[in-house]
């Protein structure tokens, strides 16, 4: 598998808890290297483009209330096959059904304060990474 590059972000509610710092570790020692980074504090018109393909779900409004409550630690990762080894470390997105060991079962609340975001196809890695580095 050739080098990949995939967005990840660090969610308010592990933020707020100041678990950007061992979230960071896991995917660090997890193999994949961190190439740009910013802290952002989404407001409602982001976020609502951010999650539009998520616009009809019934978890829509609250998912970007969740999202605008605090900053986020947004970043690029690069390694070999980065998206889907990104996804295996942060687990099923329901922290309930992650897998033990993964950062999601280790530091998510629930379905939808889950930590974490990683690009789940090479489509959406490059969209996701265009529109929070728009320079890369
Ligand atoms: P994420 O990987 O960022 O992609 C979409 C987000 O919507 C997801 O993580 C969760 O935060 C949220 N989400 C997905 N499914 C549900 C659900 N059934 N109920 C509430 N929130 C959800």
Not at 6 to 15: C, F, G, N, Q, R
Not at 31 to 59: C, N, S, T, W
Not at 89 to 112: C, V, Y
Request: aromatic share 8%; proline share 6%.
């Amino acid at each position: 598998m050739a080098e990949q590059k995939t967005l990840s972000i660090v969610k308010p509610d592990a933020v707020g808890k100041s678990n950007i710092g061992k979230i960071l570790a896991r995917l660090e020692e997890g193999g994949l290297r961190i190439v740009q980074a910013r802290l952002v504090y989404m407001d409602r018109p982001m976020a609502e483009k951010f999650y539009a393909e998520h616009a009809e779900r019934p978890f829509f409004a609250s998912l970007i209330e969740f999202m605008t409550s605090g900053p986020s630690m947004i970043m690029v990762l690069s390694g070999e096959d980065a998206i889907a080894h990104n996804r295996q470390l942060m687990g099923a997105t329901d922290p309930a059904k992650a897998d033990p060991g993964t950062i999601r079962a280790d530091f998510a609340e629930s379905i939808e304060r889950n930590a974490v975001h990683g690009s789940d196809s090479p489509e959406a890695a490059e969209r996701e990474i265009g529109f929070f580095f728009p320079a890369s």
